[in-house]
């Protein structure tokens, strides 16, 4: 907090947060979990079609997987589904690529009106852009662990 | 005349004529049929959110002119206010409706300060007809303030609905229809809740002791009102404001103390805590109240927009949030206030 609450700020905030209904922790861990699983089987279901019935194998299957994941987000997205399943699915629906996907499509649809330079190109990875960012710099510190355990003789 | 921080109108301030328009989500509530217009597209046939805004509060004016009988030349005066950056929809309503604008601010209180001071004006007797009025749009205020509308964040269930609405008021220094009799004006208070998705227990202070000043100045007890209507606190912050009022001695009889972001919508209709917007207020109070009075249902109502002073900067900043509101007296037609 900024700022240094008061006594009464205090007191107030315990009153409120008598009241805050909270969120449903357990029902959303369980949705999230369903939600999270059934995106994650579909994946599955997908990854198998393409090495049944085209040339990948279970190595290079995972392209063509995720960028089908990526399209159905994105369009569930634009037909202004995606949304809805998210209030209930929770972080079933937000964490698996599928919510990256509707991140930088529904930035895209929002910012339509300001043009497509300033406003879809401009805002496009408004919220996306701090899961690279951060994604990048994770991967570089654990790559960097892993050179220097490497340079002093692990395996 | 002052008494307090409360004004009386010692001379008439009439509401000639008001209105509300309303989005498509509102069409399905419960107060649907006192809207003059509901619209069955969230854009308006316009090609942004930000438009569609402006369109409500332009057909909302425009409704409210055509049914005082004034024409439109003859408004002195135009005060509105909404939430977007640089109150655009007030601004560019105005431009439209060329009435020479006072621009207001006080985020989702903005209904009440405008017919606070559209009732100052013309009691002073600096103006004879002045039109107020608000409006907010759902996207637009999900663009602005939180995140794109498509975007799958799970909200909590202290989260609000933003009211795709406008509504407006024609005061008149003579003529026939409810009586704008006092007005109180309300302080910024902050309490230190600083989450922008629990905005009901962020005002709830606000307008608690902006009641329980009104009550004070004017020396009134809880029975004076038929009804008193909170603005957009939500089944959250009504049930807080409820208990701090009930701790400050005004208990108010069943029925008497309402919130109007608890009146819009359904209880099935997925809109958490209830509504909030500027439209909020504006819709039901120039909407249902205003017509319950016509047909004398009511005879002396408070309505206290509460407002949420934040910007998405100030929030991002851990800033809490300052409310305020802002509570103003109407007494129906011919009966005598004082």
New interface residues.
């Given amino acids: 907090m900024a700022n240094a609450k008061t006594k009464d700020q205090q007191q107030y905030q315990n009153l409120a947060n008598k009241r805050d209904p909270g969120r449903p922790a357990l029902k959303n861990c369980i949705l999230a979990f369903l939600a999270g699983g059934t995106i994650c089987l579909l994946g599955q279901l997908i990854s198998t079609f393409y090495m049944h019935f085209f040339d990948f194998t279970e190595k290079n299957a995972g392209d063509p997987t995720v960028a089908t994941l990526i399209f159905l987000s994105s369009l569930l997205t634009g037909l202004g589904l995606y949304d809805h399943i998210a209030q209930w699915a929770g972080a079933g629906t937000i964490i698996p690529v599928t919510g990256f996907a509707n991140a930088i499509t529904s930035s895209a649809i929002e910012h339509r009106s300001e043009g497509f330079v300033l406003g879809v190109g401009g805002n496009m990875f408004k919220l996306a852009g701090s899961v690279i960012v951060f994604g990048v710099f994770a991967a570089f510190v654990i790559a960097t662990i892993k050179v220097i355990i490497m340079g002093l003789g692990g395996s | 005349m002052l008494k307090g921080r409360t004004w009386i109108f010692d001379h008439e301030a009439i509401i000639a004529a008001s209105s509300a328009v309303g989005g498509p989500f509102e069409a399905q509530g419960p107060l649907a049929g006192d809207f003059d217009l509901l619209f069955d597209d969230l854009w308006l046939g316009q ?4 438009k569609a805004e402006k369109k409500l509060l332009e057909q909302a004016c425009q409704t409210a002119i055509r049914k005082s009988g004034i024409r439109q030349e003859e408004i002195q005066f135009f005060l509105a206010g909404d939430l977007l950056n640089q109150i655009i929809t007030s601004s560019f309503a105005a431009r439209t409706l060329s009435i020479p604008y006072l621009g207001l601010f006080g985020a989702c209180s903005t209904s009440m300060e405008g017919l606070a001071l559209a009732a100052l004006m013309v009691s002073a007797g600096f103006a004879d007809r002045v039109l107020t009025g608000t409006a907010s749009h759902n996207g637009a205020a999900e ?1 602005q303030f939180r ?12 989260a609000q609905w933003t009211v795709t609405g406008a509504g407006a008021a024609v005061v008149v220094s003579s003529g026939k229809g409810p009586r704008i009799t006092s007005a109180t004006i309300g302080r910024v208070i ?5 989450d922008p998705f ?1 905005m009901g ?1 962020a005002m ?2 606000a307008a608690v002791d902006t009641i329980k000043t009104h009550f004070q100045d004017l020396q009134l007890s809880p029975t004076d009102y038929d009804l008193v209507l909170t603005g957009d606190l939500g089944k ?1 912050g009504h ?2 404001a409820t ?1 701090l009022l009930t701790k400050q001695g005004l208990i108010f009889p069943p029925g008497v103390f309402g919130d109007c972001g608890l009146m819009i919508y359904r209880d099935d209709q ?1 809109v958490f805590a209830g509504a909030s917007g500027c439209a909020s207020s504006a819709c039901v109070t120039y909407g249902h109240v205003l017509n319950r009075m016509l047909q004398g249902e009511l005879k002396r109502v408070l309505i206290v927009a509460t407002g949420a002073l934040l910007s998405p900067l100030s929030y991002q ?4 949030i300052p409310c305020i509101a802002h509570a103003v007296a109407i007494h129906a037609g011919e009966e005598s206030s004082r």
């Avoid at chain 2, 090609?47 to 930000?50: G, I, K, L, R």
């Avoid at chain 2, 902050?190 to 600083?194: H, P, V």
């Avoid at chain 2, 900043?317 to 809490?320: F, G, L, N, V």
């Fill in positions: 090609d942004s959110f930000e663009k995140y794109p509308t498509e975007y799958g964040a799970q909200k909590p269930p202290t902050d309490k230190g809740i600083s629990n227990a709830a202070p959250v049930s807080i208990e997925p900043q851990k800033e809490t």
